[in-house]
């Protein structure tokens, strides 16, 4: 084989390497996102309400208004849509020792996890993590709404697959496996 091939390959298959590690990055941020959200949801006082509806007053000088609950309501998950990605800058990326797999870390609450996993050196300081965020809140605030409106009773784990495998297509399961 000669050289400009092996050098060619070489290249290629360095760039393969980054595409999957950045996949599996994606996916990581996506799931921590759904987490974050659920615990955002899930603190919120659920005795707190919130009137919705129409402001107009009909011909009978009615207002058709009602309460809901706040936690969960749409105007809820809009405010920690725009807030959650701002937490992420405090996660880093990690390898687990033994087994080599990715992970990411919360440096202000995973303290005891780093002995377990080794920190990865990254250039831009972890800035990736609030672009991906960024990028999926963006490309997916509706299905975000929809499936957290909708799934009260779902677990995180089942959010999350609906939202990082289902809808935006992160966390397909050979990413998961490598």
Request: hydrophobic content about 35%.
């Amino acid at each position: 084989m000669n050289k400009s091939l092996l050098s060619f390959l070489i290249v290629l298959m360095s760039f393969l390497q980054l595409s999957v590690e950045q996949s599996i990055v994606k996916c990581l941020v996506c799931k921590q996102v759904v987490s974050e959200i659920s615990t955002a949801v899930t603190n919120e006082d659920p005795k707190k309400t919130i009137q919705v509806g129409s402001f107009r007053i009909q011909p009978d000088g009615t207002q058709k208004q009602s309460q809901i609950k706040y936690a969960g309501s749409e105007l809820h998950l809009n405010e920690i849509m725009e807030t959650v990605c701002n937490s992420l800058e405090d996660y880093a990326q990690a390898k687990e020792k033994d087994t080599g797999e990715l992970a990411l870390l919360n440096l202000s609450k995973d303290v005891e996890k780093l002995s377990t996993h080794e920190l990865i050196q990254d250039p831009d300081l972890n800035r990736s993590l609030k672009y991906y965020c960024e990028s999926f809140i963006e490309d997916y605030e509706d299905d975000i709404l929809e499936i957290f409106k909708s799934s009260n009773q779902l677990s995180v784990d089942d959010v999350s697959r609906k939202l990082c495998s289902d809808s935006a297509g992160y966390c397909i399961a050979a990413h998961t496996e490598l």
